[in-house]
């Protein structure tokens, strides 16, 4: 819930205000609450937040039982669905400006739900009504082209057109701070990566281990294998990642370095 300027969650509690939200500095801030991109968003960009995501209207939805999960209630799961395809967005990497699409497009896809094999229901027209209204009230302000998924660096192993067998891949994350390290794997081909394979690990420096096993048993590889790593904490973008590539019994350990796209 919140106003114009005060964000206050499930409660009545103020957590955030415009006088008193320097906690969001350097931050991408995503608030799903009525009217707080009139004062708190703005407010949220001069303090120094990245960008503000959130609605200029009192954000409204419709429930058969509105203590029920909105996923599992007929009206309320296309309000929530398209609310919250911003912030997943944002959490698998894409940009602001890419999440605020999706989401548009997903109370498009809710709209267009209603209209045809809903429009049945004699609450359709309330239901196209108000996710109209809700689409139409997102609003965004701040850097366009943030993201909340700091990419470290990447490298590229062996060569193309060159088979080869990895026995083990680990890379060193010690120097990774409490974050959310995601790997992906391609294969690197006439210069285009293509993605075969990506995991994600929680890391807590201290109580993890440092090394993350990325491949642990002999793979045949066909072509360069492209490495990325991606951690969702902005304190670890730059950061050295050391990774240790055993390949036909021999141990080669080298420093992630050559970013590729």
Same mark, same amino acid.
């Given at each position: 819930h919140g106003n114009i300027g005060i964000y206050t969650g499930d409660t009545t509690q103020a957590i955030f205000t415009d006088e008193e939200c320097s906690i969001l500095a350097g931050r991408v801030v995503y608030l799903l609450s009525c009217l707080t991109a009139v004062k708190l968003g703005p407010a949220v960009i001069d303090a120094g937040? %990245? /960008?503000y995501i959130g609605?200029? %209207?009192? *954000? /409204? *939805?419709?429930?058969?039982?509105i203590t029920a999960d909105p996923y599992d209630d007929w009206y309320a799961e296309g309000f929530y669905r398209s609310s919250n395809e911003c912030p997943i967005a944002l959490i698998q990497g894409d940009t602001v400006s890419a999440a605020e699409d999706r989401s548009i497009a997903e109370y498009n896809r809710w709209i267009e739900i209603w209209e045809t094999e809903r429009s049945g229901d004699p609450y359709a027209a309330s239901a196209i009504a108000w996710l109209i209204y809700d689409r139409d009230g997102l609003t965004v302000l701040g850097d366009q082209s943030a993201t909340i998924i700091q990419t470290i660096e990447g490298c590229t192993i062996g060569e193309d057109g060159k088979a080869y067998r990895v026995q083990s891949l680990v890379l060193g994350a010690g120097e990774l701070t409490d974050s959310k390290v995601t790997v992906a794997l391609g294969m690197k081909v006439d210069g285009a990566v293509n993605k075969v394979y990506e995991r994600s690990f929680n890391r807590s420096p201290g109580h993890d281990p440092p090394g993350l096993w990325i491949i642990n048993g002999t793979v045949g590889i066909h072509e360069a294998l492209a490495v990325k790593v991606k951690s969702n904490n902005p304190d670890d973008a730059g950061k050295t990642v050391e990774a240790s590539l055993s390949r036909d019994r021999s141990i080669f350990t080298f420093s992630v370095a050559d970013p590729y796209v």
């Open positions: 937040g %990245i /960008t609605f200029n %209207i009192s *954000w /409204t *939805w419709m429930a058969q039982n």
